[in-house]
């Protein structure tokens, strides 16, 4: 038994008369600690995959295990505590909060959490502790997605799922943003899935999982990933 379980997942979307099939039959394993690419071209699916696994939206079919969890049988009720509790997540746009400094930042999202990690360390784990008094306008956007992983993680997830964490950084900031989350990955043993459109960030992972419209094209295994830092793309 894998650590996640896509089990032929379906999502369709009712726009008027006509019926979108986001995911269509989507199947996938991925083991406790791996660091997983999913790839694919704009509209292939991609975030609805992400969507579903973190729990803000409900398959149409098909089973979704994460964990000891069923999440695909959960309710409203109960998919709330499992994003609480068990998910972390980083977005292309930070959505930090403005008017906290950064240690306020990542102290907030770890009063909700039952078992958070030391504030501290996890700044230093994202090369950040010098900057905690500062608030988010006063800080590159690099650093600001910094600070969206450090409260990510600051609350200990089991899983953490990021959908274009480098689609608004440079080519440099983007690498260091990378290479941050692979070594959160390596370090906390936490399950890391990154989603980019980008073909040239595929050395990087330990899993590839292509789709394309709405299904999967490819899972492939890299037996020697590449440190984010060594890419060049
Ligand atoms: N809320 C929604 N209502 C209707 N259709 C949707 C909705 N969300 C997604 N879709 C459709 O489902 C398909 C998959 O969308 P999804 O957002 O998963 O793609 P994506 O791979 O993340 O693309 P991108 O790289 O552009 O972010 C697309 O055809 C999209 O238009
Ligand atoms: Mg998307």
Excluded: W
């Amino acid at each position: 038994m894998s650590f996640i379980e896509f089990n032929n997942v379906r999502k369709d979307y009712q726009m008027g008369e006509v019926t979108i099939h986001a995911l269509d039959g989507v199947s996938f394993d991925i083991e406790e600690g791996e660091f997983v690419i999913i790839a694919g071209a704009s509209g292939a699916g991609k975030s609805t995959i992400l969507n579903l696994l973190g729990g803000m939206d409900k398959a149409t079919a098909g089973t979704i295990k994460v964990g000891d969890k069923i999440i695909s049988d959960y309710t409203d009720n109960e998919l709330t505590y499992y994003r609480r509790d068990d998910v972390g997540f980083v977005f292309q746009f930070y959505n930090l909060i403005q008017n906290l400094t950064v240690l306020e930042n990542v102290e907030l999202a770890c009063q909700i959490s039952k078992n958070p990690l030391d504030i501290e360390e996890t700044l230093d784990a994202v090369g950040l502790s010098e900057r905690k008094s500062n608030f988010p306008s006063q800080i590159s956007g690099g650093e600001q997605q910094r600070v969206a992983i450090a409260r990510a993680i600051a609350k200990n997830p089991r899983l953490l799922l990021c959908d274009e964490p480098t689609g608004a950084l440079d080519y440099q900031t983007g690498k260091q943003v990378l290479q941050v989350l692979q070594n959160i990955c390596k370090k906390e043993k936490t399950t890391v899935i990154v989603i980019t459109h980008n073909l040239a960030l595929t050395p990087i992972g330990d899993k590839i999982i292509r789709v394309r419209s709405g299904k999967i094209d490819s899972i492939t295994l890299n037996e020697h990933p590449q440190s984010a830092q060594e890419i060049e793309y």
